[in-house]
């Protein structure tokens, strides 16, 4: 199973998650123990962002490494491409960076369809590493990924959503994602004014997800597998005042973790703010900075392994 | 034939660009087929830029690998040497990072002459990657060796220049070289506002180049074997505005294609605003996104492989 | 002798210094004349730089590679790591990046004490390349190193600490590691605006180190073996007011050097402002930009050794 272009979530189906992508991620846990691979000998990757990243791109770039590949060229200021001016368009860059013999572009760009526009007119594969407000594709993998291997299906599970669902996009990502599967249940946890938006609703309802919503999160948390916590921008701060004092409702912390079942999970994209607190990352249910980070590294590995190898 | 620091396009004469340099190229065209080289295995290379930059850092970067060579340490902030004071003299810098044993150093400064002054100090081989003004040696070798790929030769070439020719660095640069070549024959088709300078004009004619300006590219469109088409900066507002309705004059479009000999091409530096159409980019003499973009990456090569190998 | 964390530079006791990391430093300075060493073949370092840096991240990325090691993923920008928000906290960060299984990472940070905050979280060796205001330990490990080199010995040594000493960290570092000699004497040379800090005096003190303080070079130069001259910030313009005539008072020009013994020797952290004239430049005490740049590499390169090796 080869694949070419990762554009968007919705291009991996059932099929193509459980049964290449995911036994191909837990084959780069087992070469990532071991200290890395040479699989990817002579690959070159290019790093195209035209926003700067800190985690998307660490993840890329040490996962070609950790193949045997090379990154040949990083940007953060792909727009220079542009020599400062407006004028130069995706297009133009994508087909002259192609002609320097990449086997594969990440891409980040700050608008919209980036990367559906850049593997148009690229002769080699493109990555989406995210467009500002619209995919993240590799988000998604990451998070349903890490559900998997944690709790062994994803069938069935109860997941919880919670923050500011309207704006982030990785709760939309994994949305799109969990559609794919049988029996799942989402809560919607969210202040009135940050509810999720109806095209996932419309989404979900068509592929027969059951989803509620809600506005505390203590009372849901004794239902739910995965609660699934996103980020609360700080510039925000007329969503904040409108938290107000319901602020506790949305934050794990503590006392939710104690509401939780044994088995359950906590999850978040990354960075953190305020939204769950210290003293839940020493808890085995904490996977954010454990199973998810590993996660962030091999779901990239493998993309990168069905792309070039 | 050893190079050493790569300063301004007048130290190619036409001995080192017919028999060295553009052998080399093609040499290196080879090599890019294959998939790389080894013949610089452990050289090292400094990217050292003091402004941003795209096409030219990769295209250095990327050359390196592609023979086999590290690009050791890389920056696009090398004014941070100087800790944010303005105190650090480029001397000092250059000084310093020699002792840090590179085999070679990029180096693109924000002020004319900054290679020149940087070749003075130091102990290993300076390439100029660009001064602001000033030189863009690689820019210059990169076009000529474009036209000789295409077009087999330089001598008894028509070459029309266009748009605005006052400040673009990189006619000037080609106008150098091309007054090394006989029988050349350049048209300057540019606005009022941005004829091309004096400074060159006295350079083609004690050099036997005949030239000749015009302000109407559709007119000298059939009788040239190539149109070199020139960046457009969008913020120059006031040329644009005296461009006025002549715009279409100094356009490369479906028209001006149509009035083109067969097999004459048409070039231009990157990147493009709205000087040449899309709908030019699918004609086979359209090379600036094909044998141009390969020449940006085979010249790099060629000059690395010269100083270095 | 295995190194782990490399937070501070009272980490380092003279044990360490002399039997160690010197000795080290000097197997390196063999191993930079023989091209290179592969003695950190596979291992894997992270510079995480939240500030821009020129010479220290080169140095350690340049360390790295003389020794077969390899950067993975470099970042100057590591606040993206927050996305743009001031959410993310450091530990989280580090804990994030340590599950991408570098060996080593380096980190600048803005804020003093990150390094020691990063290393309680850190399940690999930070590396501090400096923290704003507080240490930048490998600078005074690298200045050492260099006076030892130059002149065979610290113990018994006299030295002139000259310019803005109360902002300084330079020569704060360095007075640290002086503090565990015997019989050093230093002179502390400043404008009365701009005076080491008691601190550094009590801790001297404390440690039997002898110092005194002056406004004018001159009359110190013939009784000193180094001259640690320091950075004064352009941006200072009050204290370059306060200087005013007196600027003369702490400048190492011409004059200076012939007020000095013939086998002292002049430093500078640089980058260099006007403090040091650039006729100094070509005597053979003017270490700056020779032996001192040397060590800039070694010391980082010895650093690794003892971590990774």
Request: proline letters at 3%; aromatic letters at 8%; a negative charge.
């Amino acid at each position: 199973m080869k694949l070419y272009h990762v554009i968007e979530s919705q291009q991996f189906d059932r099929g193509l998650l459980e049964e290449v992508l995911f036994p191909l991620a837990r084959e780069m846990e087992r070469i990532v123990e071991e200290g890395g691979s040479n699989i990817l000998a002579g690959k070159r990757m290019i790093s195209c962002f035209y926003e700067r990243s800190g985690r998307t791109r660490a993840a890329f770039e040490i996962a070609m490494d950790m193949l045997g590949g090379k990154v040949v060229f990083s940007t953060e200021h792909a727009s220079e491409f542009s020599g400062g001016t407006e004028g130069e368009i995706l297009e133009d860059t994508i087909r002259f960076l192609c002609r320097f013999r990449p086997d594969v572009i990440v891409l980040r760009y700050h608008e919209e369809d980036g990367a559906k526009t850049a593997s148009e007119f690229s002769s080699v594969p493109i990555i989406n590493a995210g467009d500002r407000t619209g995919q993240h594709p590799t988000r998604a993998l990451i998070d349903l990924y890490t559900i998997q291997q944690r709790l062994g299906k994803i069938d069935g599970l109860s997941i919880a959503m919670v923050g500011d669902l309207s704006r982030g996009r990785t709760a939309r990502s994994l949305s799109y994602l969990l559609g794919k599967f049988s029996d799942v249940r989402i809560f919607f946890i969210s202040p009135e004014s940050a509810k999720m938006r109806d095209d996932i609703k419309e989404y979900l309802a068509r592929h027969n997800i059951v989803f509620q919503e809600g506005n505390d999160l203590r009372e849901i948390a004794p239902r739910v597998d995965v609660i699934y916590q996103t980020q609360t921008k700080r510039p925000r701060a007329l969503l904040l005042e409108r938290y107000g004092q319901a602020k506790g409702f949305y934050v794990v912390d503590q006392e939710v973790l104690d509401l939780m079942k044994k088995d359950a999970i906590v999850m978040h994209p990354l960075p953190r703010g305020d939204e769950i607190t210290f003293d839940v990352d020493a808890d085995q249910r904490a996977v954010y900075l454990r199973e998810q980070a590993d996660s962030s590294l091999v779901i990239p590995m493998a993309l990168l392994k069905m792309i070039l190898a």
